[in-house]
């Protein structure tokens, strides 16, 4: 796997997925979007992964967001286009098989900050800076910022974002909801690989339907989306791994998932 913005490294079950432009703050332009696509694409489809980690090239920054200079030469329908495969690469993160986690290193903001609404988890450096600052340019938030954020941390507090344009620190973003933890910097990696592998140590049919059910029953109502919790519920026992999993509860042992 080869991509020009993207570096994928993989370290046993975990995939590291690092956007490239550090000379632009990593900024998203068509490329950055197609070989994201691309690498999701090609890391769903890689049975030995079950985790991917999506991070930014450089000390400072994970995304600073759509590349300004690149979107301001697009006519409305080029961005259209433009924006259009950004939400729909968000969507197929949402609908991947794998867990996805945002490394966020530095900056997340505008598109940066919605590419980790997107992920299942977003851990963050004390160093982390976080906002939607697109109304500083005189626009909106595009890849979903108006729609996930009042979602992750309600209403008034994702209008005080996208309203004001405000940068936040890491720590005021894990007080929102947006963040999961918030860890040193220089410990970034570790911890999240911590919680990778402990992810990836579990059933993966498991861990696919479960954030499955939440992602799609946070989109319906309750009685619908618990109805899809209860069939996904039931497909799982068609697996050896539940057979497993119960039966080593039993036995008082620790199991042993194949991902069967
Ligand atoms: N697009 C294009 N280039 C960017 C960029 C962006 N979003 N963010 C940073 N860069 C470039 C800068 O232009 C600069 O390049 P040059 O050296 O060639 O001038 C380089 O990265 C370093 O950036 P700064 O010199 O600005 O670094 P700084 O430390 O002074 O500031 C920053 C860092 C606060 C993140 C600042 O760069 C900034 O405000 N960036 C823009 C953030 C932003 O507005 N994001 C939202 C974009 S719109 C969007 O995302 C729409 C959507 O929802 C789809």
């Known amino acids: 796997m080869s991509y020009k913005t993207v570096l994928v490294e993989k370290e046993g079950a975990v995939a590291f997925v690092t956007v490239n432009r550090p000379e632009a703050l990593n900024a998203i332009n068509g490329d950055v979007i197609d070989d994201l696509t691309s690498a999701i ?9 079950r985790v991917i980690v999506i991070t930014g090239a450089g000390e400072k920054s994970f995304v600073a967001g759509a590349d300004i200079k690149h979107m301001s030469t697009l006519s409305p329908v080029e961005v259209f286009e433009f924006v259009r495969k950004g939400q729909e690469l968000t969507f197929l993160m949402e609908k991947s098989p794998k867990v996805i986690i945002a ?6 903001l505008g598109g940066g900050c919605e590419l980790a ?25 595009g890849m979903g910022g108006t729609q996930r954020l009042p979602r992750l941390v309600g209403r008034n507090l994702a209008k005080e974002l996208v ?16 963040v999961n933890r918030v ?25 696919y339907t479960a954030k499955r ?9 309750l009685e619908d989306g618990c109805y899809l919790e209860l069939t996904n519920f039931a497909l799982g026992f068609s697996t050896e791994d539940s057979r497993e999993g119960m039966k080593a509860f039993i036995e008082k042992r620790k199991p042993e998932f194949k991902g069967k």
Do not use: W
Not at 195 to 207: H, T, V
């Open 41 to 49: 694409t090609e890391l769903n489809g890689d049975d030995a992964v």
């Open 103 to 108: 490394m966020v290193n530095g900056y997340a």
């Open 117 to 141: 609404m997107a992920c299942d988890l977003i851990i963050a450096s004390d160093r982390a800076i976080f906002g939607q600052p697109e109304v500083n340019l005189g626009i909106i938030p």
């Open 163 to 178: 309203l004001t344009g405000d940068h936040i620190s890491a720590q005021r973003a894990y007080e929102m909801g947006l």
């Open 183 to 207: 860890v040193p910097h220089d410990q970034l990696r570790e911890e999240t690989l911590k919680i990778a592998n402990k992810i990836a140590s579990k059933a993966p049919f498991a861990i």
């Open 213 to 221: 059910s939440i992602n799609q029953g946070l989109n319906c109502s």
